[in-house]
C-alpha cells in the first residue's frame, strides 16, 4: 500500500540571516513523498523554496541537484493539484495559505481514499508543548476542521 510522508531535504543554499555566521547551516525544506509498497520513495523533482534550485528526491531526507531540470515543467505546482481537488478542500488549504507539500498530502489522501486522515493546517509551539489545526478528510469531499493541543513533559 502506498504511504505518503513530509520530510525535509537539505540544499546548498544559506537563508539571508545567517550568511554572516562563521558556519552557517545550509537550508532545509520541507517536500512530501509518497513511499511504495515496498516504501521506496518515488523519486520527483521539487524547488528549494530559497534559492529556486531543483532537487530530484532520491530518499527520505536525501535529494540531488537536477542538473538540466530547471524549468517549470519537472516541478509540480499548487496550480497543477488544485483541480485534483474538491472545492471544500481547495478553499480551506487556501484560507490557511498551505504550502506545496501540503498541498500533495492532501491530493494524495483523496487520490488513494485514506479516508480519515488529517493535514496540519496550523501548528504552533507553545510553552507546554504545541497546538494548532488540522483538516481531517472524511470522504471524497468531506473535511472537518479541528484543533488540537498536545502538551509535553519533560
Avoid at 511504495?36 to 527520505?60: A, E
Avoid at 491530493?107 to 486522515?117: C, H, K
Wanted: with cysteine.
Amino acid at each position: 500500500m502506498k504511504r505518503g510522508i513530509k520530510h525535509l531535504v537539505e540544499c546548498h543554499c544559506i537563508l539571508p540571516q545567517f550568511r554572516s555566521d562563521s558556519n552557517p547551516p545550509f537550508h532545509k525544506f520541507v517536500v512530501f513523498s509518497v513511499l511504495d509498497g515496498r516504501d521506496d520513495v518515488v523519486s520527483k523533482c521539487v524547488r528549494c523554496n530559497n534559492c529556486g534550485v531543483v532537487h530530484r528526491i532520491i530518499d527520505i531526507s536525501r535529494s540531488e541537484i537536477a542538473i538540466g531540470n530547471e524549468s517549470d515543467a519537472a516541478v509540480i505546482s499548487i496550480d497543477d493539484i488544485k483541480h485534483s481537488l474538491p472545492a471544500g478542500m481547495q478553499t480551506v488549504l487556501e484560507s490557511y495559505n498551505c504550502d506545496l507539500p501540503t498541498w500533495e498530502q492532501a491530493a494524495f489522501i483523496v487520490e488513494t481514499m485514506q479516508w480519515g486522515s488529517t493535514v496540519t493546517l496550523t501548528s504552533e509551539k507553545s510553552p507546554e508543548g504545541r497546538q494548532g489545526k488540522y483538516m481531517l478528510i472524511t470522504g471524497p469531499a468531506s473535511v472537518k476542521i479541528e484543533s488540537y493541543n498536545y502538551k509535553t513533559t519533560i
